[in-house]
Every structure is written in C-alpha cells, then in structure tokens.
C-alpha cells in the first residue's frame, strides 16, 4: 500500500525562561540574551504532529485524525498549556526549555503511544518565525 | 547541476463523505464519526504540488512554473473543483475519499504527466489543520 | 469604560449547493457556474465573531473569550458542521446558501445569545479568498 | 486629498497571568480558568498600528513606515517584549493584562506620539485565534 | 435587506521605486531611504477588494464574485501585473507609486466599474506586514 | 544527542527579470512571458533558512537563533533587500534570476558561514503560491 504522511496541528500557549542553572546571571544573559529574563516570558506553541505509514485498505486511513487530535489533546495540551515550563512541567526542571528540547520532549510522549509502524515527526513553531523539526533521528 | 525542488499551490472545493459501502450506517458513524454524514459535507482543499529535479543551465528552471500550473488546472482542477467526490469522480466510486486517498490519485495523475527524471511530491490539506504528504513510496 | 471589540476564530467544514428552486437547471448554471452542481460541494468555512463593548472595570473583559467560544460551538458549529446546508438545515431549505445569506443566519442566531449592549459583527470565510462580513446593518 | 489608514505589523512575546489582586485563588479560577495559573502562561502578541490620515502630496505618504515601525519598536517592543506583564510593566501592577487591557495601554502610549490629526486604532491578536481592537472610542 | 461586505483577493507582483522627481538623489533618499534606489526594487501586492450592498433576494448575491473576479482581472491585475509602476503605469508617471496612491488609483479604476449603489473599499499589502484601506473618504 | 531541525524566516524585497542576454526579445518573451518584462517587475522574497544538528547539552540550542538570524540579516539582507537582482547583484550580471538559481546562490553564500556539521537548507518563496528549496544536493 502508498505510504502516506498525515499531519495535525495543535496549539499551547506557555511561559519559560532559558537558562541554565549553574551559571551566573551575567552568563545566562549573554548566552540566552532576554530569554534569560527571570520573570519569564511566554508564547503561543503551535505544534505539527506528522504520521507516517502505509494506508489502511478498509479506512482510507494512515491513522484516525479524531484519534491523533485526542492523543495530542491529553498527551500535550493538558501537559504544557497554560503552564510555566520551567516550574510546573517535569521534564524542564533539569533540562532547557528551548523549542529544541521541548520538540523532543513532545516526541518522546508521543512515540510511545503511536504504533511502532507509524514513522512520527513533531514541528513546534515558537513564533511565527522560529521553527523546529524533531524526527527521532 | 543543483538539485532544487520547486512548489505550486492550487485549490479546490469539493464535497464528500467517509464511507465503506459493505458496512452498515452504523458501523460507519462509529469509524467515520461526523464524516460518514449521507448528505455529505466538504471542503476548501489546499494542494501543493512539488517537483524536484536539475536547474536547467538555460532557463534557471526546473521546471517552467506556468507550465506546472496549467497542468495542475488541467489535470486535477478541472477533474475536482466543484465536484462530489464520491458522485462524479471515477476513482473514488470505490475508493474512500480521504485525504490520503486523495493525494494518492492526484499523485498519479500527475506522475504520468511529469518527466521521469523529476521526483514528484503532492501536499494536500483538506482543512488548515489536517494535511498530508505523498510522494510515491 | 474604554469601547474594544474581541474577536473569536472558529470553523466548520459543510457541503451546499447554489440554486433557486423555482429556477430550471440551465437557468441556474448561468447564474451560479459550477456552485449549482446539483450533487453538491463544500467548503472549510472559517468564522470570526466580533463583540464590541466597554472593558468591565472588574474582569478586565468586554466578554469572557471561553464563554463565547462555547456559545459558537454550541450554537453554530453543531449546527452547520460536517452537514449539507441545503438538505440538512432549516434556514436555508428556503434560502440559497451563499456566504451572504450564511453570514447574516449566523448573526441572527448569535444577536439573541449576546447582551444587547454588545455590538456583534460576523466574518465569514467561505475560502481563503473570498469572504463576507455582517454586522445587522 | 484622499485619506487613508496605512497598518504596520509588530510582535512581542511576554508572560501575564490574568487575576484580580483582591479575590482569592478559587474565585481567580472560576472567572479566569487556566488563564489565572500564579506561575503564569505565556502568549506570542501580534501587533497591527493603523494610521489614517491625508495623503501627503509631496511624498505620497500618510506617514513613514520607516517612522511608524521605529516608534513601535521603541516605546512598545521596548517595553514589552519578552516581558512579564504583571510583574515587570508599571501600568499592570494594577491593572489585569488581558488583550483588551493590552491593547488601550499601547494605545494610550502611541495615541501621544502620533500627530493629532491622524486617527490610531490598534489591533491586537493574544494567538491566532483570539484578537482585540482599541481605536479610543 | 440586510447589508453585507463581500471581499475577493487578488493579487499582482510588480517593481517600483519611491522618489520626487524634482528632488535631489540625496534629498530623495533621505526620505525614501532604500525605496529611493534608482535601479528599482519590488513587491508581490496582495489586494482586496471589498464591495458592500445589499443582499439581492434572488440570488442571496451582494455582487457575483465571478464578476468582481474577473473586473479585478481586467482592470487591475492586467495593467499593474509583471509591471513597473513608474515607467509603465500612465498614473505614476507624476505620481508617487506609494501604497497609500496606488490604493487610491485602484479605487479610482474601480469605482466608475461598479454600481454606484455598492459602497467600495480597497485594501493593498505591499507587503506581509505593510498594508493601506482606501475607501474613498 | 538529539538531532533537531532549527528554522529561521527571514525576508527581502527586490526587482528582477528573467532573461537569457544572447537570446531575442521574442525568445525571451515565449519562454518567461511576463517575467521577460525588460523593465522588470518584482517581489517579496520569503526566506526560511533550516540549520540541521545536534542539540549542544550546555544550552539546548542546535544553533543560537540571534546568530542565524543577524547572519542572515548581514550576509543575504543587506546584499538583495530593495535591489535590483539583475543589475545589481554580481551573481545574477550572468545568471538568471529564478527563484531556483536565487535559493543556490543564498546558500552558497550561507553554506562557508555556518559550521560544516551543520546541515544547511534554503526555501525561497517568490510568491504566496510560489517556492523553492534547495539543500546543497
């Protein structure tokens, strides 16, 4: 059968700051310039969740959408949104909220609910602007 | 030569429904939800066709981009705008009108048309929130 | 109190045809092209509604964002998404469904759901390119 | 001479909480929900200015763009990028930072660097899918 | 009948440059800054056309988008498409090509076109974040 | 480490005209059309430059987006941004100006710039509806 990518958009809207906890005030500020703030600033996550795989012959499907929306709805929006990363969301208590290492967080709760034949890639866009890609790799 | 792969965007509207034609209403409604609908529903759908292959040293083309559009209009316009899906488009009399069976057939409509040497990839969003991605494998 | 006007996107994905009853087949292709495909097609209509008052001194809002989020699911989405216009809703089994005559049922449905004193404007896109706005005049 | 409204688009991303200083943290949930989390959210704010005044004859200008965006960029980018609303911006102190908040602040504070004969409204979108606008009325 | 906008867009590439031909080189670039370039720069322009009226009770029309389609077309799209404004557009020979006056000429072109019962408005991006309303005030 | 995918949009405006020097007018004009205009026409160049590796442990960053972004300001702004591409820009005086040649030429000028272990990728957009990508292949 084809193999057909199918994707999905959601959306979470956060506060975090970058920085790294052994390091001074003055570094940080050099190294994450105003996303150091500590008062934290915040943004509206726009997130592409992409499955691939082969189409099911019954369905027409690669995956069901309303299935694939649910999962991203209980596995990622309740998690991040309206949340401060840094204080409130496990996983970035150790580790830097970039959109780099929160687009692997998102992979890594997802990979584990999605069936092993399906190939997934997680696209987070920070702003309009900024964009990442994770694919497991 | 470089290699670039070069995009169009075109659209249609169409109306359709999500449905196996063995299995009962019910048993549709539970896999199709909302989209097994017998008066069917539709869509704007967005499509991006992309063909990658060398610049050709005379024109800096790969491919003429007019020459894609007309295509694109011809070919797949022509055969989906403005139309039911599953009423009056010959493939889909016994194929579910998803997404992904959607791209498929546009894919190949459209590979027979494009030279052998350029790759061929169709992007299909049937909402802004739902796409997907085919390109042969 | 400072007058500002809030602003909700919403959307819903139906099938209609355009056609006057009264009129015979070919009469209706003049008028209306391909939109009087008698087996219908469809649109991903994107909807903003538009509520304009004084800020409440208290909230800090001119109207709570979920509860006219809410009021839009429940009034307009469940009622026009994933349906055929022309078969399966009341309003317009006697009214063509142009983006026109859409946009002013849905004001109307809205108008007696929002506080007289909240000014209500409705956006409606019927594709990316064409679009109507209403706002009881 | 002919009068016209030229726009200019701008962004910033800062972190609010939405919450009435003297309520209690249940009475905060129930009228701000998600949006009153004491570790704040987070949002990317899009910024339209819109100036609308006669046409310059000489230049053919309302007024420099080149102009409209450095004032923009100094007395709100400034301010507000990358902030957090509630604790780091003196008019929030007091004052809930919800959209329609937002939006009479900026204007306030452009409405007084912008000449008086040319009308402002400012239009600010919280996410993609939720938007205020503030002309002065 | 109730009063609805309807909008159509269109859009059109063309070059320009911006300056006073009775001006220095220097005088023009101090208030044109780069637009001032003698060699031409240039923009895709994305227009919208707004149209507002009555809904006509036959047809559920304010205006036949077909129509204003294919008015924009030939009115608009044929004479500024793949153009240089200044060299090859009869109104910018003495006139500035600034958004603010190339809204203003396609209102102008425009108006004598529709029906002087219709209200019209015409809104130009010169680019993403740049764009001018001219409604003929 | 993880390998992520960083983007980066950036934009420029600038005229140009497709042409081959040793052909005829006519020639020209059969095979760009339009775009052979000699007084050229022009565009809003949408730039995404994609930057592909591992994330550093230290700061979460595959590359620091200021960087990317004040690289691609420096090196690619500054040298097409409200230029004329044909005769201004040294690579295009024998090169034409398409929008695949544009996208090698950008990142052939970011490819020395950027750490070899970085993976580099270009998408050019001419138009909304029009785009290129190129990846070094």
Redesign the interface.
């Known amino acids: 059968m ?8 959601a ?1 979470f ?4 700051r ?1 920085y ?1 906890r052994e390091w001074s005030d003055a570094q940080n500020t050099t ?5 150091a ?1 500590p ?6 996550y ?1 997130l592409i969740v ?1 499955v691939k795989g082969e ?1 099911d012959a ?5 995956i ?3 299935v694939l929306k649910d999962l991203i709805k209980d596995e990622i929006e309740e998690k991040l ?4 990363l840094n ?2 969301v496990e996983e970035f208590k150790t ?7 929160i ?2 967080v998102i992979w890594n709760i997802l990979r584990v609910k999605i069936e092993v034949k399906l190939e997934l890639t997680v696209t987070l866009y920070e ?8 694919n ?2």
Chains 1, 2, 3, 4, 5, 6 share one sequence.
């Open positions: 084809a193999k057909v990518t199918v994707h999905r958009k959306h809207n956060a506060a975090h970058l790294k190294v994450f310039g105003k996303c703030n008062h934290y600033h915040g943004h509206n726009e992409a189409i019954e369905t027409g499907f690669v069901d959408m309303k949104d309206h949340k401060n204080e409130e580790l830097n909220p970039t959109a780099e290492n687009a692997v702003t309009p602007r900024n964009f990442v890609v994770y497991g790799e």
